[in-house]
């Protein structure tokens, strides 16, 4: 059974993380853990036995203020879905708070809700970017206005590299969401053709299935983002899967940071990250 960290920070944007979770969870049986990280901090003024109490007293206000949290937003979308739970966990770091715990409980998943901000801060400042980037669990990330819909047609994004193991991953999440799964390339003009009938027989061979090809060439007066954005658009896919590669420098990371990770802030449906091996 897939076990999915769907985390929160109370706000209203954060609830469209839980929307998809409790969605995905209505069509494929499995466990959602509603994660909240938190951090107290130490004003001086307390020390010793006093600490420790007030500690466990503000820890307590938090677990009651998620579990109802949850519980409003279950009663919110009339859902009776009941394989769930609430974690709360202190740390002074969201992101690797998140992304450790994820990792040491064995989560098949990560969901969580992100929204447009500056440039800096997309690479410096974002827990959606730094789990993308560094987490070993496949991150979903959900657009802040994300409404529940049927997840019945996946677009995955490929450069058809690793595209044998990749097939295997992605047919691992679709499968039993019962999903049309659409592959989408872009073709630059010095690439060699791509011979179709041996990647029809490679991805059927490696998923079991028919992924739909879908060969494009692309806009060079635009960027790679914004070519995928203009066949979603035309698309209208449930959600969009794609692979990022992590191991790269820092300075690669600043100056040209990862498609996905870019692609997030600009989203406009869904988007699972798996870590290109």
């Known amino acids: 059974m897939d076990r999915i960290l ?8 954060s609830k469209a993380a839980c929307r998809f979770a409790i969605q995905l969870a209505s069509q494929h049986k499995c466990e959602l853990t509603f994660f ?8 001086g003024l307390m020390s010793g036995e006093a600490l420790v109490a007030f500690e466990n ?16 937003l279950y009663k919110g979308i009339d859902s009776s879905l009941s394989n769930k739970k609430c974690v709360i966990k202190s740390a002074v770091f969201t992101d690797s708070s998140i992304r450790e715990y994820a990792q040491e409980n064995n989560f ?7 929204r447009g901000s500056g440039k800096l801060k997309k690479i410096f400042g974002s827990n959606t970017s730094n789990l993308i980037t560094h ?21 995955y994004a490929s450069d058809l590299v690793n595209l044998e193991e990749e097939v295997v991953k992605v047919n691992e999440f679709v499968k039993p969401l019962n999903a049309i ?18 990647l029809d027989k490679l991805i059927k061979g490696n998923s079991g299935r028919d992924f739909k090809l879908h060969i494009k060439k692309i806009d060079l007066t635009e960027s790679l983002i914004l070519n995928i954005r203009s066949v979603i658009k035309k698309s209208k896919p449930s959600m969009l899967i794609m692979f990022t590669q992590q191991n790269r420098s820092f300075f690669t990371k600043i100056f040209h ?3 996905s990770a870019y692609y997030s802030f600009n989203a406009k449906v869904p988007l699972l990250v798996f870590n290109k091996t």
């Open 36 to 43: 909240h990280s938190y951090y107290i901090a130490n004003i």
């Open 6 to 13: 769907v985390t929160t920070d109370f706000s209203s944007n």
């Open 257 to 259: 940071p990862s498609k």
């Open 108 to 114: 098949s998943f990560i969901c969580i809700s992100t």
């Open 181 to 198: 799964v659409e592959i989408l390339h872009f073709e630059y003009p010095t690439d060699d053709a791509v011979n179709r009938i041996a």
């Open 135 to 155: 987490s070993t669990v496949p991150v979903i990330a959900v657009p802040f206005n994300y409404r529940r819909s049927e997840i019945n047609k996946i677009i």
């Open 57 to 72: 007293k503000e820890e307590d206000k938090i677990k009651k203020k998620l579990n109802k949290f949850v519980e409003i």
